[in-house]
C-alpha cells in the first residue's frame, strides 16, 4: 500500500444507503449535543481493571481514560442516552464496584481486553442475575478477536465487533423502541445469543476510514476526577495500521484518519478543557505517511504542547525528526522487538538491524528520546541476537519497554500456538497466562524461541535495567512539561512531587484481585 503522500480521508463518505443517517447523526450531534432525556435507557460501561504494571513515568497511562469508551459514551451522551462509565481500574474490589456501579442501567456495556477475561465472565454474570432481561452488550478487542469463545464462556448477550460507535447507536435506538429482539440480526457488526442458545454473527460493519464525522471525546463523562485537569490525556490521529505484525491484534485493521484541521480543533478543545500539558498519541504507526506527519507537526507546533507516539524504525528520516522535535515531541517508542532477522522476518516487521540503528541515531540527532520496545520470544531468536538486545538497550536503543511474546488471540502467534498444540486449551490460555501477564521479568509466558527461559529472562533484566524515564520519570521532565505548554503558570515543588508520587503509586498497576 503506498502510503508517503497520504494525509486524511477528509470529504469520503464512510456509510451509504440507510445506514448514511447514523453517520450524519454522529455529526449532527457533535456540533449540536442534544441534552440527557430522562425518558431514554440509561447505559453503563463498564471498564474492567488490568494486571499490568509500567516502568517509571508511565503510570499516568494505566489510569486516565482513554478514547475507546470515551468515543461510544459521547456518541450515546450527544444523542441524548443517560451514560455512566464504571471505571473498576485502581479499585480495591473491582468486581464488586462494578457491580454496585451497573444497579440500576437499562443496559449494561463491558469493554473487553485480552487481560482481562475473568472480571469479564464475572461482571456479565453479575449483571445477569440483578437483572435477567438486561442487555449485556460487549465490545473492544477481545470479543473482536474471538467472538464465538467470549460469548460461548460469558453471559453477554450481544457482542459489538470492530469499531463501536455507529453500532451502539442502532443497537440503542432499537432497544429504545423495544424492538431489539426483532431487529438485532439485521444491525450489521455483531455476535449475538440466540433464544436457542446459539449465536449468530450479522454481516460485518464496514470500518470508517474518514474520522472527520467523530465528535472530541467527552473525557469529562468518566467523572471521579477534577474534570478541569487533565494533565496527560490519550488521544490518536488515526486507527488501524498498514502492516501486520504476528503478535499485534488490530481491532480496526485498516486505516482510518482524523484530518490534520480536525486534530488541532480536537486537541485545541482539549488543551483548554481539561488544561492539558501532555498528549500521548495512541496510533500505531504516526509516521506511516511523510506528508501527513509533516501537516501534523504544524498543527502541533501551533498548540504548544510536549507529546509521545509509537512509529516503525523506516518511517523516519531526518527532516520529519527536525519537525517533530520542534512541535513538541517529547519521546518516540519504537518497536525494534529483536536484532535477530529472522525472528523480525518472521513477526511481518519489515526492516532490518541496520534501519534500526538508523532510526535510533536520527532521533537522537534531533534532540528526541528514544524509548525502544523489545519482545522476548519470538520465533527465530538466536542466543547472539538476546546478547546484541541487550548491549544495544545500553547505547543506542534505550528501551521504555521489554515484555516477553504474547499470545494475543486474532494473532498470528496465536493461530499458530493453537494450531500446533502449544495452547491446548484456548478458554484456559485467556483465564490463566493473558489475564496474569504484569509486564514484569516473573510473567508466566509461552516461549516460542526455543531458547533456554533462563536465558530469556536474564535478558529481560538486563534490557530492563537500561530503562529510560517515562515521559514524567522525573522532576525535570514534569516541570519541562508546564513550562513548555504554559509559561506563565510555574509549577510548584510541591505538585511535582505529588505527579511523582502519583506515578509511582499507578506504575504498580491495577492488578485483579480473587473476588468471588
Known amino acids: 500500500m503506498a502510503t508517503n503522500d497520504l494525509v486524511d480521508f477528509r470529504g469520503k463518505v464512510n456509510c451509504g444507503g440507510g445506514y448514511r443517517r447514523w453517520e450524519e447523526l454522529i455529526s449532527a450531534t457533535a456540533a449540536a449535543p442534544?441534552?440527557?432525556?430522562?425518558?431514554?435507557?440509561?447505559?453503563?460501561?463498564?471498564?474492567?481493571?488490568?494486571?499490568?504494571?509500567?516502568?517509571?513515568?508511565?503510570?499516568?497511562?494505566?489510569?486516565?481514560?482513554?478514547?475507546?469508551?470515551?468515543?461510544?459514551?459521547?456518541?450515546?451522551?450527544?444523542?441524548?442516552?443517560?451514560?455512566?462509565?464504571?471505571?473498576?481500574r485502581f479499585k480495591p474490589a473491582p468486581l464488586a464496584y462494578a457491580a454496585a456501579g451497573i444497579r440500576g442501567a437499562d443496559a449494561v456495556g463491558v469493554a473487553t481486553f485480552e487481560d482481562g477475561f475473568p472480571f469479564i465472565e464475572g461482571i456479565c454474570s453479575l449483571a445477569k442475575e440483578e437483572a435477567p432481561l438486561r442487555p449485556v452488550i460487549l465490545g473492544g478487542s477481545l470479543v473482536t478477536s474471538v467472538p464465538e469463545l467470549v460469548m460461548r464462556n460469558t453471559r453477554a448477550d450481544i457482542a459489538v465487533i470492530g469499531e463501536g460507535e455507529i453500532t451502539i447507536l442502532?443497537?440503542?435506538?432499537?432497544?429504545?423502541?423495544?424492538?431489539?429482539?426483532?431487529?438485532?440480526?439485521?444491525?450489521?457488526?455483531?455476535?449475538?445469543?440466540?433464544?436457542?442458545?446459539?449465536?449468530?454473527?450479522?454481516?460485518?460493519?464496514?470500518?470508517?476510514?474518514?474520522?472527520?464525522?467523530?465528535?472530541?471525546?467527552?473525557?469529562?463523562?468518566?467523572?471521579?476526577?477534577?474534570?478541569?485537569?487533565?494533565r496527560q490525556a490519550l488521544v490518536s490521529s488515526g486507527r488501524g495500521c498498514h502492516m501486520n505484525c504476528s503478535f499485534c491484534y488490530r481491532t480496526t485493521p485498516r486505516l482510518g484518519l482524523k484530518s490534520p484541521e480536525k486534530l488541532g480543533r480536537e486537541l485545541a478543545v482539549l488543551k483548554a478543557r481539561h488544561k492539558a500539558e501532555f498528549f500521548q498519541?495512541?496510533?500505531?504507526?504516526?509516521?506511516?505517511?511523510?506528508?501527513?506527519?509533516?501537516?501534523?507537526?504544524?498543527?502541533?507546533?501551533?498548540?504548544?504542547?510536549?507529546?509521545?507516539?509509537?512509529?516503525?524504525?523506516?518511517?523516519?528520516?531526518?527532516?520529519?525528526?527536525?519537525?517533530?522535535?520542534e512541535a513538541g515531541c517529547d519521546q518516540i517508542l519504537y518497536g525494534v522487538e529483536t536484532l535477530s532477522q529472522a525472528a523480525l522476518d518472521g513477526a511481518g516487521k519489515g526492516f532490518s538491524g541496520y534501519e534500526t540503528a538508523r532510526a535510533m541515531r536520527l532521533t537522537r540527532d534531533a534532540g528526541i528520546t528514544v524509548g525502544a520496545a523489545y519482545v522476548i520470544g519470538l520465533p527465530g531468536e538466536t542466543r547472539e541476537a538476546l546478547a546484541a538486545a541487550a548491549a544495544f538497550s545500553s547505547t543506542l536503543g534505550t528501551p521504555c519497554r521489554v515484555k516477553y511474546l504474547s499470545a494475543i488471540p486474532g494473532t498470528g502467534v496465536y493461530s499458530g500456538a493453537v494450531a500446533s498444540g502449544i495452547i491446548k486449551d484456548e478458554l484456559a490460555h485467556l483465564r490463566g497466562i493473558l489475564a496474569r501477564e504484569r509486564g514484569a521479568e516473573d510473567d508466566d509466558f509461552l516461549n516460542l524461541s526455543g531458547l533456554p527461559e533462563d536465558l530469556c529472562r536474564e535478558t529481560y533484566r538486563k534490557?530492563?535495567?537500561?530503562?529510560?524515564?517515562?515521559?514524567?520519570?522525573?522532576?525535570?521532565?514534569?516541570?519541562?512539561?508546564?513550562?513548555?505548554?504554559?509559561?506563565?503558570r510555574p509549577i510548584s515543588d510541591t505538585e511535582v512531587n505529588l505527579v511523582l508520587e502519583e506515578d509511582a503509586r499507578l506504575c504498580r498497576g491495577s492488578l485483579i484481585t480473587n473476588e468471588k
Open 281 to 325: 498519541f495512541t496510533d500505531l504507526t504516526f509516521t506511516f505517511s511523510k506528508k501527513r506527519t509533516l501537516a501534523l507537526c504544524e498543527v502541533l507546533k501551533a498548540l504548544r504542547v510536549k507529546w509521545w507516539c509509537m512509529t516503525r524504525v523506516q518511517n523516519v528520516d531526518a527532516e520529519v525528526l527536525r519537525a517533530m522535535a
Open 34 to 88: 442534544l441534552k440527557p432525556d430522562a425518558a431514554r435507557p440509561l447505559i453503563a460501561l463498564v471498564v474492567p481493571p488490568s494486571p499490568f504494571t509500567s516502568p517509571r513515568g508511565w503510570g499516568y497511562y494505566l489510569e486516565r481514560p482513554f478514547e475507546g469508551v470515551s468515543y461510544i459514551a459521547t456518541v450515546l451522551s450527544n444523542s441524548g442516552y443517560r451514560v455512566k462509565i464504571v471505571d473498576a
Open 463 to 488: 534490557i530492563e535495567a537500561n530503562y529510560v524515564p517515562g515521559p514524567y520519570g522525573t522532576a525535570a521532565l514534569v516541570r519541562d512539561k508546564r513550562l513548555y505548554a504554559y509559561p506563565d
Open 170 to 230: 442502532e443497537l440503542m435506538a432499537a432497544f429504545s423502541r423495544g424492538t431489539l429482539d426483532g431487529e438485532a440480526q439485521t444491525i450489521p457488526g455483531l455476535a449475538l445469543r440466540l433464544p436457542d442458545g446459539g449465536l449468530r454473527l450479522t454481516t460485518p460493519r464496514k470500518q470508517l476510514s474518514n474520522l472527520d464525522v467523530l465528535p472530541v471525546p467527552d473525557f469529562r463523562l468518566w467523572g471521579g476526577r477534577d474534570e478541569n485537569f487533565l
